[in-house]
């Protein structure tokens, strides 16, 4: 469906990084945004985060690329997430991540942070991630408990924090010999995801993959 030009000229389209107005048609990011942000190039990769086979990103968390999922996540700026998700379908694909898994789910808010924030975050990347790459989108997971902020944490603190955070939320033996790609906005330790995937493996996921729109930390070289 064509957008009105009505809405556009009163909301015109923003830049999922910058939040500057794009032109009508754009790609979701704008020209300097696109021009300036090197995406990873790495394949999948095994992960220190235990439960995870690997894991993907397409930005590392700094400058605009922060402040675009700070705006999307608190912000109310929920349009970015399709940007974010087509931009990890590609890179899912590039690195040959996409080719092992078998479906997509995503790493839930829990209740009230839902109920506050109007969507989970997570899901809205999710969403267009899995319709570009053709593979089914599962609600797959709970958030049993409402725990702290992670963004003071310590590594360790980040891992007690989100033990038994998570549940599966599916039919028992649903998941038997499935390869399952848990999707988030920010990978800083894995301990989320890792919490995520070992409550997949225990309703019996064969494997657990991870994919995040950004990656907290140094890139490699």
């Avoid at 990103?57 to 400058?63: A, Q």
């Avoid at 940007?83 to 997509?104: H, I, K, M, N, Y």
Wanted: aromatic share 8%.
């Amino acid at each position: 469906m064509k957008r009105n030009w009505i809405v556009d000229w009163l909301f015109p389209p923003r830049c999922a990084l910058c939040r500057r107005p794009l032109e009508r048609g754009g790609q979701g990011l704008c020209p300097d945004c696109q021009k300036n942000q090197e995406m990873m190039t790495e394949s999948w990769s095994k992960t220190r985060a235990p439960f995870l086979e690997g894991c993907v990103s397409v930005y590392l968390y700094e400058g605009s690329v922060r402040r675009g999922i700070h705006a999307f996540k608190y912000r109310g700026a929920v349009g970015a997430g399709r940007t974010f998700g087509r931009l990890l379908a590609q890179r899912a694909e590039q690195s040959g991540l996409a080719a092992r898994v078998q479906a997509v789910c995503w790493v839930p808010c829990h209740w009230k942070t839902r109920r506050r924030r109007g969507y989970e975050q997570a899901e809205e990347i999710a969403r267009p991630m899995a319709e570009a790459l053709g593979l089914p989108i599962m609600r797959l997971l709970k958030k049993t408990r409402n725990a702290k902020p992670m963004n003071k944490l310590s590594a360790a603190a980040r891992r007690a924090n989100v033990l038994g955070a998570f549940q599966a939320d599916c039919p028992p033996g649903s998941l038997e010999g499935l390869s399952i790609l848990i999707v988030d906005d920010v990978y800083t330790t894995g301990a989320t995801l890792s919490e995520c995937a070992r409550a997949l493996r225990e309703a019996g996921a064969a494997h657990v993959y991870g994919a995040s729109f950004a990656r907290a930390g140094k890139r490699k070289k």
